[in-house]
């Protein structure tokens, strides 16, 4: 199984692409990892959100293959704990996917569109976090999903 990121935008702080790198390299141990950063729209004060939403929705769109079990983080979406996430993903190697696709909007979310598209809606916390900051924590969360599924010590449990 092939995990792969489609996300809105560039890590912008060297904190957050060194943090992002070293759960990366973690997780291409256990499954190979691609992340896709495509291009954000550019906002302002009059900007039409909507508009944003639906023109990076339409290259989120694109880059999205039809086989693919799509995972879309979303405020609103499902929670799971990290072992939840972990018996997820053993499902889906189980059942033989061939790839999970990890979905993360831009700074003005998504559009309805990428959310229809999603297999399944998932909200990391109910605390609102960056789009950015959103990336870095689901790449530990795969990692740490690996861990638990390897029963190896990185979760203390």
């Known amino acids: 199984m092939k995990l ?4 809105i935008g560039k890590l912008s702080e060297p904190f ?3 943090g992002a790198a070293e759960y990366a390299g973690r997780l291409g141990r256990y499954l190979p990892l691609e992340v896709v950063e495509l291009k954000e729209e550019g906002g302002g004060k009059k900007a039409d959100l909507r508009q944003i ?3 990076e929705g339409e290259r989120l769109l694109a880059r999205m293959s039809a086989q693919s079990f799509v995972v879309v983080l979303d405020e609103k979406g499902r929670s799971f704990s990290s072992e ?3 018996e997820l993903l053993g499902e889906k190697m189980l059942r ?8 993360i909007g831009g700074a003005y979310g998504l559009s ?4 229809a598209r999603g297999d399944l809606l998932l909200s990391l916390s109910s605390l609102t976090f960056t789009h950015q900051m959103a990336r870095l924590i689901l790449l530990e969360q795969l990692y ?14």
């Open 4 to 7: 792969r990121l489609l996300c």
């Open 16 to 18: 957050l692409r060194e």
């Open 53 to 55: 939403r639906e023109r």
């Open 84 to 86: 939840g996430l972990s």
């Open 96 to 103: 033989g996917t061939a790839e999970v696709a990890f979905v």
């Open 112 to 115: 309805d569109a990428v959310k």
């Open 144 to 157: 740490r999903g690996m861990t638990i599924l390897r029963n190896e010590p990185y979760h203390n449990r």
